[in-house]
């Protein structure tokens, strides 16, 4: 019984936490045509399944409430019936159907990454990103930035002082808004997955294989993300962020990096993606 | 009963005893016992490194493991947990269970079937034992995705030996049990009128006769990879990591229904037993699970919504895999069909099973989420994964588990449980388990990928929640050891029909089972 | 009800065979770890006391049940369960070889065709798909194995086998004890030319397993198959080794079927390889 208290006690000082706190329990507010619609659609199935388990549930908690032995019942004989076999068989069917319509256009819209405004090649290496933006001569490599004295130690109170504590790069992939960015995944060593769940992008990286993918943001804003697939030891501190500018903002980025660039004394890295296995 | 008269043969006069006798031992009732308490060691060894996952989880920052360490412990804890705790308790429950319940006089090939239990220790320790060699144990994920399982040392070579031991006795455990069932059933027990239990190991036992050799072959190709040249999942020599998952998860997907039938056959006895009523829709039952089975065969995409399969495969994947839903729902209207109108009463079998339908379904429906390709997206590899297979593995399969472990229990033991601490430990774990998991499902959402040591600082309150209920938890499952020993030393004696409600074969004998039972056939009515 | 005609199932006595082999696997399993990772004379001692248990586990395994077989002890039901028992695991065998063939159509459907397509360019210039072939990096010019040599020549040598070992069968049936002696000794040579075979064109083949996907399916599939047919052919050696010594009769001979629909298993494996790594 101590344990039950014990138990209570922590749900009770679970709930004002979280009332306080107001932390998001859902996806991330959408910000391309395609997360919208992955928005709507997980809403949509949501509800369905709400919906489902608040009546099957509830025939199920009625018949555990009413048919007790101890309020007298008394069991009765039935054991099979067809009708109601085919009825539910037949009801979920057709609701999943009805799931399954707009699903299949998102999937095709998401899958249709013909005619893009621009490329960029992003490369994943154990532990960091390459982007070549094949359209605008760019390549960038993006790194974790948060502090690495940071992360052995929070504060006294197990809190991170950084408020983008291991969602922060060194180089942050800029893009236009409103404008369709194609994005050619591959990895040189092991695979990894580039996800932002904001613009609805999460695609694996594969060693020696290109991938394409495709976002295209409504508004200007930092999106952030990390690597969605296991890759080693630094799994955890690859992120992703994306910023999307408006075209003359991004136009002066894009200026800015050429210059920075050309300063550079060393040309950049050759990259070899004939190996793509380190062994 | 003519059951309990002596056996005709003259083998087992000398049997060894001690140690000896269970090195040894032909007889299904010891075996599915040192099934049963093996699977019981590897719970608490796998779920001691969940609590050390969740410790380091509790907060952001590396506290107590490194990242290396903490990859290791997910890789391990999942494969001791599926392979070590699961899959050996169902093969438990089928030891002690089919026989009795088809009236056979034992497994049809008994010196085979200690075989099949006596690799699980020797692959166990290869397994775990990885983590004391150079290097420390596999830490690629369960799932040991190459090119990434390519690049460990040792241990993912003892892992992969670990998976064919492991895998050779599954084969020979599943050949056994299907021979068992279709050639040892007592005269007047058609197929059509086996025990739901019974349906449902049979299935299983094609499944993995189905699929552990697809998994060998796969760890296999990935053993030659490492070691002799070869290029299957290499694409400088023109094969494809992706090839790898494909491979992997052709057994993937039916492995975890692997974890669930027999569950549900379990289930499919408790919930008539405590209902008082037959259960409802026997045959749709059978059918529903051989259709969950073979559609378990072409649903395996649903795992690579994000490698980037053309349009085409995904909606594939997605169809087979929404379609799963029906026959599964199938499985939930019967069972709330047969509580209706019942005389319900809620010893701690059917509060598990109770739990079961309700918490496995709320599991059900988060995969049906992630069956929604575009979902899939945004949801693929954070913890609403996590939360989704925790809940139809732990609140599916260990629920089901740990009730048909209370409900067999004074069959197995001669004992009654206590059934004051039996109910404790149901709340106490049901609930601890709905707050470690609950709120992962609200980490996915937002965002957190899983594998990883460390998080961003807008998801440590929902970690925390869920570090405290892991503890609660795993303290809780100390509760059940202590009820079965308990149970196995004393207590009230228990009739050979231990349940007012139960039916079947295994109730017409003694309880405790003497150690040979129909050893001529019984006739079944 | 004692009145039923069924007469009780063989329940075999407590046995040391099954910790004995799992003895044998977990040494062998060391045994090859160690051989890996840790030098030669340590894999090379665990693996020969694998190996031994091993062997020690097999005689005196199938020698109780040959004993209990010979003595009466099995009933027609014992016979059903074996023979349910064998199919199950003939199918496992062949899930095991879906595997590699999946593999093989995999890497000739799938990856070597996406290597060669227009955004792989940026990965791999100028690399042309095909099969066979070794892949973009790996792709050095080889020979693959050609149909119509020895591997033709090997099919009619496991079809000829799989005739001979249903004379033998069909003698055994009828009684005709030397034309069962007569017809498994053939299927044994048959068995031991074909391995010999095999061995030449490994020896003659102009690639390796490293030669990219093409060389890993090739060996891994003939090189699996290969390993079948050596037990396969173990398995009537010592089949042979009982019938010489006059075991089994007409009705009863359950462990000589065993072994041949395990031959006629091997024999259709092969013609999935002719036909789909040698000739298509
Ligand atoms: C016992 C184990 C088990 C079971 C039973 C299931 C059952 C299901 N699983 Fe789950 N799954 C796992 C174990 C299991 N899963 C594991 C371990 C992983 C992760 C592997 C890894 O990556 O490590 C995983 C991952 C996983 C994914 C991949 C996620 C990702 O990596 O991105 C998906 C996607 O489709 C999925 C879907 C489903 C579906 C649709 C079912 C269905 O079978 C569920 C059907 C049940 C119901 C739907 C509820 C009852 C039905 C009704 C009440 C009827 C009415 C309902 C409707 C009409 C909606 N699962
Ligand atoms: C049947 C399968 C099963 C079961 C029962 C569990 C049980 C638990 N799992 Fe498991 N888990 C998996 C299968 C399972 N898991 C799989 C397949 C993965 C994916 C791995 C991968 O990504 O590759 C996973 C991953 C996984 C993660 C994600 C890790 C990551 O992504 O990095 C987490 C995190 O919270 C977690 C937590 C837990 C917890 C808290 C329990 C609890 O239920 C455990 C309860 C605790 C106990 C039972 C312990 C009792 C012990 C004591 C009281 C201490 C005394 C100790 C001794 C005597 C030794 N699991
Ligand atoms: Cu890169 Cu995970
Ligand atoms: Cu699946």
Redesign the interface.
Same mark, same amino acid.
């Given at each position: 019984m101590k344990?039950?208290r014990?138990?209570a006690g922590?749900?009770a000082s679970?709930v004002p936490?979280?009332a306080l706190?107001g932390?998001?329990?859902?996806?991330?507010a959408p910000k391309t045509p395609? /997360?919208l619609?992955?928005y709507g659609?997980?809403m949509e199935?949501?509800y369905v399944?709400l919906a489902?388990?608040v009546v099957? !549930?509830g025939?199920?908690f009625y /018949?555990?409430f009413a048919?007790?032995?101890?309020r007298g019942?008394?069991?009765?004989?039935?054991?099979?019936?067809t009708t109601?076999?085919v009825i539910?068989?037949l009801i979920?069917?057709l609701i999943?159907a009805v799931?399954?319509f707009p699903?299949?256009k998102?999937?095709?819209a998401?899958?249709d990454a013909s005619n893009p405004d621009m490329t960029i090649?992003v490369t994943a290496y154990q532990w960091k990103w390459q982007y070549d933006y094949l359209n605008d001569g760019l390549k960038l490599y993006a790194t974790l930035s948060t502090p690495r004295e940071?992360?052995?130690?929070?504060d006294a109170h197990?809190?991170?002082t950084n408020?983008?504590?291991?969602?922060e790069t060194d180089n942050n992939v800029v893009v236009p808004v409103g404008k369709k960015i194609r994005l050619?995944?591959?990895a040189n060593?092991?695979?990894h997955?580039w996800?932002v769940?904001q613009l609805?992008?999460?695609?694996?990286g594969?060693?020696?294989?290109?991938?394409?993918?495709w976002f295209q943001a409504n508004e200007p804003g930092v999106y952030r993300?990390?690597?969605?697939?296991?890759?080693?030891?630094?799994?955890?501190?690859m992120p992703i962020v994306v910023e999307a500018k408006s075209a003359e903002d991004y136009a002066a980025w894009v200026k800015e990096q050429k210059a920075k660039q050309a300063a550079d004394a060393a040309p950049a890295e050759k990259v070899s993606?004939?190996?793509?296995?380190?062994? | 009963m003519e059951a309990s008269h002596a056996h005709a043969h003259d083998d087992h006069h000398h049997a060894p005893t001690g140690l000896a006798r269970y090195f040894t031992t032909t007889n299904h009732k010891d075996i599915g016992s040192m099934y049963m308490w093996f699977s019981l060691i590897m719970f608490f060894v796998g779920g001691f490194m969940a609590l050390v996952i969740r410790a380091e989880l !509790?907060?952001?920052?590396?506290?107590i493991v490194?990242?290396?360490v903490f990859?290791q412990l997910t890789t391990i804890h999942a494969l001791v947990m599926i392979f070590g705790a699961v899959m050996p308790a169902f093969v438990g429950f089928a030891n002690w269970q089919i026989p009795l319940m088809v009236g056979a006089s034992d497994m049809a090939f008994a010196r085979m079937n200690n075989w099949s239990f006596w690799l699980m220790p020797p692959a166990a320790t290869l397994l775990v034992g990885s983590f004391l060699v150079p290097g420390g144990a596999a830490?690629?994920?369960w799932t040991l995705?190459p090119?990434?399982s390519?690049?460990g040392g040792i241990s993912v070579d003892m892992t992969i030996l670990a998976v064919h031991i492991m895998g050779a006795s599954s084969i020979m455990g599943s050949i056994n049990i299907i021979t068992t069932i279709l050639n040892m059933r007592a005269p007047g027990m058609t197929l059509m009128r086996m025990p739901m239990f019974v349906w449902t190991w049979l299935i299983t036992a094609y499944l993995l006769i189905a699929v552990m050799p697809v998994l060998a072959g796969a760890v296999t190709m990935l053993l030659t990879d490492r070691h002799f040249g070869t290029h299957f999942f290499?694409?400088?020599g023109g094969g494809?990591?992706?090839m790898f998952m494909h491979i992997f998860w052709f057994f993937g997907h039916p492995e975890v229904y692997i974890m669930i039938l027999p569950a549900f056959g379990i289930i499919s006895h408790i919930i008539p037993t405590f209902?008082?009523?037959?259960?409802?829709?026997? /045959?749709?039952m059978v059918y529903a699970t051989a259709s969950i089975a073979l559609l378990s065969f072409i649903v395996w995409g649903h795992h690579m919504f994000?490698?980037?399969m053309?349009?085409a495969g995904?909606?594939f994947f997605?169809?087979a895999t929404?379609?799963i839903?029906?026959p599964t729902?199938?499985k939930?209207?019967?069972w709330?069909?047969?509580?209706?109108?019942?005389?319900?009463?809620?010893e701690t079998p059917m509060l598990f099973a109770?739990g079961f339908?309700?918490l496995f379904?709320?599991g059900g429906?988060s995969g049906?989420?992630l069956a929604?390709?575009?979902?899939d997206?945004?949801l693929?590899?954070?913890y609403y994964v996590v939360a989704h297979f925790h809940y139809v593995l732990f609140s599916g399969a260990i629920f089901s588990i740990m009730g048909g472990a209370y409900y067999w229990l004074p069959k197995w033991t001669g004992h009654m449980y206590d059934e004051t601490l039996g109910k404790l430990h149901f709340?106490?774990t049901a609930? /601890?388990f709905n707050?470690t998991f609950f709120p992962q499902h609200?980490l996915g959402?937002?965002?957190m990928?899983r594998?990883?040591?460390?998080?961003?600082?807008?998801f440590?309150?929902?970690n925390q929640?869920s570090s405290?209920?892991a503890f609660?938890l795993g303290?809780?499952q100390l509760l059940f050891l202590y009820v079965v020993i308990k149970c196995i030393r004393g207590g009230a004696k228990a009739e050979a029909k231990a349940w007012e409600?139960a039916e079947g074969l295994e109730w017409t004998v003694p309880s405790p089972a003497p150690y040979h039972t129909f050893e001529t056939p019984p006739q079944f009515h | 009800m004692s009145s039923t005609t069924h007469d009780v199932y063989y329940v075999p006595a407590p046995s040391k065979w099954p910790v004995v082999g799992s003895t044998a696997l977990f040494l062998l399993a060391c045994g090859f770890i160690s051989l890996l990772h840790f030098g030669h004379t340590q894999g090379v001692v665990l693996l020969g006391a694998g190996f031994a248990t091993l062997t020690y586990m097999l005689f005196g395994w199938f020698g109780n049940v040959i004993h209990e077989s010979e003595t009466g002890k099995y009933n027609e039901q014992v016979d059903a369960s074996f023979r349910w028992s064998m199919g199950w695991f003939i199918f496992s065998e062949v899930m095991f070889f879906a595997a590699f063939f999946g593999a093989l159509f995999y890497a000739r459907q799938m990856s070597v065709p996406?290597?060669g397509d227009v955004?792989?360019q940026?990965?791999?210039p100028g690399f042309k798909p095909g099969w066979p072939s070794a892949g973009?990096?790996i792709g050095t010019e080889f020979h693959p194995m050609s149909a119509w040599g020895l591997p033709a020549i090997n099919t009619l040598l496991l079809l000829t086998s799989g005739v001979t070992v249903t004379w033998a069968h069909w003698a055994l049936k009828a009684g005709n004890r030397t034309q069962l002696n007569l017809g498994l000794a053939a299927t044994i040579a048959l068995g031991l030319i074909f391995l010999f075979c095999q061995m030449t064109e490994y020896g003659e083949a102009a690639f390796s397993l490293a030669t990219g996907v093409y060389g890993a399916t090739f060996f891994m599939l003939t090189g699996f198959h290969g390993f079948h047919v050596t037990l396969g052919t173990l398995m009537l050696i010592v089949i042979l080794g009982r019938c010489l010594r006059g075991h089994f009769t007409p009705e009863h001979h359950f462990a000589f079927e065993a072994v041949s629909w395990y031959w006629h298993f091997v024999d259709v494996v092969w013609l999935g390889l002719f036909v789909f790594v040698y000739w298509l």
């Amino acid at each position: 019984m101590k344990k039950l208290r014990v138990l209570a006690g922590a749900l009770a000082s679970a709930v004002p936490a979280l009332a306080l706190a107001g932390y998001d329990v859902n996806i991330p507010a959408p910000k391309t045509p395609i /997360s919208l619609q992955i928005y709507g659609l997980h809403m949509e199935i949501m509800y369905v399944c709400l919906a489902i388990f608040v009546v099957v !549930f509830g025939v199920m908690f009625y /018949s555990l409430f009413a048919h007790r032995k101890s309020r007298g019942a008394v069991a009765a004989h039935f054991h099979e019936n067809t009708t109601v076999e085919v009825i539910w068989t037949l009801i979920p069917f057709l609701i999943l159907a009805v799931i399954a319509f707009p699903a299949t256009k998102t999937v095709l819209a998401m899958k249709d990454a013909s005619n893009p405004d621009m490329t960029i090649k992003v490369t994943a290496y154990q532990w960091k990103w390459q982007y070549d933006y094949l359209n605008d001569g760019l390549k960038l490599y993006a790194t974790l930035s948060t502090p690495r004295e940071q992360i052995g130690a929070p504060d006294a109170h197990g809190k991170v002082t950084n408020e983008h504590y291991l969602l922060e790069t060194d180089n942050n992939v800029v893009v236009p808004v409103g404008k369709k960015i194609r994005l050619l995944i591959t990895a040189n060593d092991v695979i990894h997955g580039w996800y932002v769940p904001q613009l609805g992008v999460n695609q694996y990286g594969i060693p020696g294989f290109i991938k394409d993918a495709w976002f295209q943001a409504n508004e200007p804003g930092v999106y952030r993300g990390q690597c969605s697939q296991i890759c080693g030891k630094e799994h955890g501190y690859m992120p992703i962020v994306v910023e999307a500018k408006s075209a003359e903002d991004y136009a002066a980025w894009v200026k800015e990096q050429k210059a920075k660039q050309a300063a550079d004394a060393a040309p950049a890295e050759k990259v070899s993606l004939a190996d793509p296995v380190v062994r | 009963m003519e059951a309990s008269h002596a056996h005709a043969h003259d083998d087992h006069h000398h049997a060894p005893t001690g140690l000896a006798r269970y090195f040894t031992t032909t007889n299904h009732k010891d075996i599915g016992s040192m099934y049963m308490w093996f699977s019981l060691i590897m719970f608490f060894v796998g779920g001691f490194m969940a609590l050390v996952i969740r410790a380091e989880l !509790f907060q952001p920052g590396i506290q107590i493991v490194n990242p290396d360490v903490f990859n290791q412990l997910t890789t391990i804890h999942a494969l001791v947990m599926i392979f070590g705790a699961v899959m050996p308790a169902f093969v438990g429950f089928a030891n002690w269970q089919i026989p009795l319940m088809v009236g056979a006089s034992d497994m049809a090939f008994a010196r085979m079937n200690n075989w099949s239990f006596w690799l699980m220790p020797p692959a166990a320790t290869l397994l775990v034992g990885s983590f004391l060699v150079p290097g420390g144990a596999a830490g690629s994920g369960w799932t040991l995705y190459p090119p990434l399982s390519i690049q460990g040392g040792i241990s993912v070579d003892m892992t992969i030996l670990a998976v064919h031991i492991m895998g050779a006795s599954s084969i020979m455990g599943s050949i056994n049990i299907i021979t068992t069932i279709l050639n040892m059933r007592a005269p007047g027990m058609t197929l059509m009128r086996m025990p739901m239990f019974v349906w449902t190991w049979l299935i299983t036992a094609y499944l993995l006769i189905a699929v552990m050799p697809v998994l060998a072959g796969a760890v296999t190709m990935l053993l030659t990879d490492r070691h002799f040249g070869t290029h299957f999942f290499n694409a400088a020599g023109g094969g494809d990591p992706t090839m790898f998952m494909h491979i992997f998860w052709f057994f993937g997907h039916p492995e975890v229904y692997i974890m669930i039938l027999p569950a549900f056959g379990i289930i499919s006895h408790i919930i008539p037993t405590f209902a008082r009523k037959q259960l409802f829709g026997y /045959s749709s039952m059978v059918y529903a699970t051989a259709s969950i089975a073979l559609l378990s065969f072409i649903v395996w995409g649903h795992h690579m919504f994000t490698v980037g399969m053309p349009a085409a495969g995904n909606l594939f994947f997605m169809y087979a895999t929404m379609l799963i839903a029906v026959p599964t729902g199938v499985k939930v209207f019967n069972w709330i069909a047969t509580m209706w109108r019942g005389s319900i009463t809620f010893e701690t079998p059917m509060l598990f099973a109770v739990g079961f339908v309700s918490l496995f379904t709320i599991g059900g429906f988060s995969g049906l989420v992630l069956a929604v390709t575009p979902v899939d997206i945004t949801l693929h590899n954070t913890y609403y994964v996590v939360a989704h297979f925790h809940y139809v593995l732990f609140s599916g399969a260990i629920f089901s588990i740990m009730g048909g472990a209370y409900y067999w229990l004074p069959k197995w033991t001669g004992h009654m449980y206590d059934e004051t601490l039996g109910k404790l430990h149901f709340w106490l774990t049901a609930i /601890s388990f709905n707050i470690t998991f609950f709120p992962q499902h609200f980490l996915g959402l937002a965002g957190m990928p899983r594998r990883i040591p460390d998080y961003a600082p807008q998801f440590t309150e929902f970690n925390q929640i869920s570090s405290i209920g892991a503890f609660l938890l795993g303290f809780s499952q100390l509760l059940f050891l202590y009820v079965v020993i308990k149970c196995i030393r004393g207590g009230a004696k228990a009739e050979a029909k231990a349940w007012e409600g139960a039916e079947g074969l295994e109730w017409t004998v003694p309880s405790p089972a003497p150690y040979h039972t129909f050893e001529t056939p019984p006739q079944f009515h | 009800m004692s009145s039923t005609t069924h007469d009780v199932y063989y329940v075999p006595a407590p046995s040391k065979w099954p910790v004995v082999g799992s003895t044998a696997l977990f040494l062998l399993a060391c045994g090859f770890i160690s051989l890996l990772h840790f030098g030669h004379t340590q894999g090379v001692v665990l693996l020969g006391a694998g190996f031994a248990t091993l062997t020690y586990m097999l005689f005196g395994w199938f020698g109780n049940v040959i004993h209990e077989s010979e003595t009466g002890k099995y009933n027609e039901q014992v016979d059903a369960s074996f023979r349910w028992s064998m199919g199950w695991f003939i199918f496992s065998e062949v899930m095991f070889f879906a595997a590699f063939f999946g593999a093989l159509f995999y890497a000739r459907q799938m990856s070597v065709p996406l290597l060669g397509d227009v955004d792989n360019q940026l990965v791999w210039p100028g690399f042309k798909p095909g099969w066979p072939s070794a892949g973009p990096y790996i792709g050095t010019e080889f020979h693959p194995m050609s149909a119509w040599g020895l591997p033709a020549i090997n099919t009619l040598l496991l079809l000829t086998s799989g005739v001979t070992v249903t004379w033998a069968h069909w003698a055994l049936k009828a009684g005709n004890r030397t034309q069962l002696n007569l017809g498994l000794a053939a299927t044994i040579a048959l068995g031991l030319i074909f391995l010999f075979c095999q061995m030449t064109e490994y020896g003659e083949a102009a690639f390796s397993l490293a030669t990219g996907v093409y060389g890993a399916t090739f060996f891994m599939l003939t090189g699996f198959h290969g390993f079948h047919v050596t037990l396969g052919t173990l398995m009537l050696i010592v089949i042979l080794g009982r019938c010489l010594r006059g075991h089994f009769t007409p009705e009863h001979h359950f462990a000589f079927e065993a072994v041949s629909w395990y031959w006629h298993f091997v024999d259709v494996v092969w013609l999935g390889l002719f036909v789909f790594v040698y000739w298509l």
